[in-house]
């Protein structure tokens, strides 16, 4: 039998902040930002936390002092305000690493001043609990070289927890492991290969039973070709295939000097190696297996054999740079890449293109590759186009990235793939003014979260958004949230009660049986806006 309800509810106000309800915006004219202090905001980084939430690292202020946040999955501030890693003095900035564990802790590699020595500097690793109050922090290398002489900072967790934090030390490279509990550095190892030859941190991955994955940028002066090599470490610090020289990934030609490419898991204890080389401009890949075997030939494969081309009617050069890859739920590794032309009647065409490889490296979409944008003129209006991160929705990949009508603004837009290479959906990510760049992407439950940098002319600032599924931006409606304003709380309880009994058909019958009672109370309760 259906009963009345009896209601007494006792509401305490609590003021709210506007950086606690911001949320993931569902207008692409005002995306969240994560950052907008009068100083640099700069190079994000994102990596899941608990609950569906986002943790975001960033540098800000006029020492680029490092502060890391945490967003709930809705993309509100879940500590009220970000937190202070590291009051830094520097001028400039070099690439650092964020990375989180399966316990919900993050962990910040980044450089520092040696208190002890003005003119050097350390590698520190930071961790931070979900509750924002940092666990410990530790150094991972004393440099008697300068601050800014540490660069291309890496961390990864590896499977039995312990986390490895790696830099670039002048032109070699350190790395160290270190037990999540404690802080306790329990190996650290300097890769020196010999006093002409230098190895620098430019990838860093887990591996199976402990061990990491290392990549190194290998050459011998500035103007030499720049190879990729690299080596498994195991648990105890000891070297497995590779050894302290490495594997070469890539030998013949060069990558683009000043390019340090990431790479990732293949999800077997290998990896995938994404680069682009010079003389041709191409992306290529190579992947290692666990055992250290080479599987796609000495110097990898490239996206397309194809270097020229014909695109508006004339034979071009074709260039393919800045990949980004993600494995597929189909096992298959995908590939996004920023494409341009040679001049063509003294115009650059751009667009967005996108090639998918099987387990043994063969091409899937043909040699050509498929093309997410189709190549357009500059003198049509696009000024370029950049890649932003490959990632998964739902088990396809797709990517985000930008169009730019200027040099000074863009639009940031992602896309869905299908197996086949067709582009499912395109939606717009962000179209606020200024530049876009720098991405990072991370996996949320339906749904992949975006963090990255932006610049209207001045200052450059911090945002991120939410891109669903299916192709929508912003969170999806909360069962509970009637009046529509992102949160459920006393309002929506009011329009509940209000509709209580026999109510076909009206939305606050959540479970659609015909009635407003106790069981769509506990639906709506449980998306209850704290």
Avoid: H
Wanted: glycine share 14%.
């Amino acid at each position: 039998m259906r009963t009345t309800l009896t209601v007494l509810i006792t509401a305490t106000i609590m003021p709210c902040t506007a950086s606690a309800l911001a949320q993931y915006a569902s207008d692409p004219t005002t995306p969240l930002a994560i950052a907008s202090s009068a100083g640099d905001d700069v190079q994000p980084k994102i990596a899941a936390a608990p609950n569906g939430g986002q943790y975001i690292s960033y540098f800000s202020g006029v020492g680029y002092d490092i502060y890391l946040d945490l967003r709930s999955v809705s993309g509100n501030s879940a500590w009220g305000a970000p937190l202070l890693i590291e009051d830094r003095a520097f001028s400039s900035t070099t690439d650092y690493a964020m990375v989180s564990d399966a316990s919900g802790n993050a962990y910040v590699v980044y450089n520092a001043t040696d208190p002890a020595n003005g003119t050097g500097a350390l590698v520190k690793m930071v961790s931070v609990a979900p509750g924002g109050s940092i666990r410990w922090s530790t150094v991972l290398y004393t440099s008697t070289l300068g601050a800014t002489s540490l660069g291309n900072g890496r961390a990864a967790v590896a499977s039995d927890g312990f986390v490895w934090g790696a830099y670039a030390i002048g032109f070699d490279s350190s790395i160290a492991r270190v037990n999540p509990d404690s802080g306790a550095v329990a190996t650290s190892i300097f890769l020196n290969e010999n006093s002409t030859t230098k190895q620098m941190c430019s990838g860093l991955q887990a591996s199976t039973d402990g061990g990491v994955i290392l990549s190194t940028i290998r050459y011998t002066t500035f103007t030499s070709p720049k190879t990729l090599r690299a080596r498994r470490i195991n648990s105890d610090g000891s070297y497995g295939w590779g050894g302290a020289f490495g594997t070469p990934v890539f030998s013949t030609g060069s990558v683009q000097t000043g390019n340090f490419p990431d790479f990732i898991s293949d999800g077997q204890g290998g990896a995938y190696f994404p680069w682009y080389s010079t003389s041709p401009l191409n992306c290529r890949v190579q992947r290692i297996d666990a055992a250290g075997t080479v599987l796609f030939g000495a110097d990898g494969t490239p996206v397309s054999p194809n270097t020229s081309g014909t695109v508006g009617g004339v034979t071009t050069t074709l260039n393919r740079t800045n990949p980004s890859a993600v494995v597929g739920g189909d096992g298959r590794l995908y590939m996004f890449y920023r494409a341009y032309t040679g001049s063509i009647s003294g115009y650059v065409w751009y667009g967005i293109g996108a090639q998918c490889f099987d387990a043994s490296g063969s091409r899937q979409w043909t040699d050509a590759g498929v093309m997410v944008e189709d190549y357009i003129s500059s003198q049509a209006g696009v000024y370029d186009r950049g890649i932003g991160a490959a990632c998964l929705f739902g088990t396809s990949a797709g990517c985000s990235y930008t169009n730019s009508s200027s040099a000074t603004n863009a639009v940031a837009k992602a896309c869905r793939m299908d197996a086949n290479g067709a582009v499912t959906w395109s939606t717009t990510l962000a179209s606020n003014s200024g530049i876009k760049y720098r991405f990072g992407a991370s996996r949320m439950s339906g749904a992949t979260a975006f963090a990255w940098q932006g610049a209207a002319g001045g200052s450059s600032d911090i945002y991120a958004g939410r891109v669903n599924d299916q192709g929508t931006i912003g969170n999806p409606p909360l069962q509970g949230d009637f009046d529509g304003n992102g949160l459920v709380d006393g309002s929506d309880l009011g329009i509940l009660i209000g509709a209580w009994g026999p109510c076909a058909g009206c939305p606050a019958d959540l479970d659609a049986d015909g009635f407003v009672e106790g069981s769509d109370l506990g639906l709506m309760l449980g998306n209850w806006t704290f």
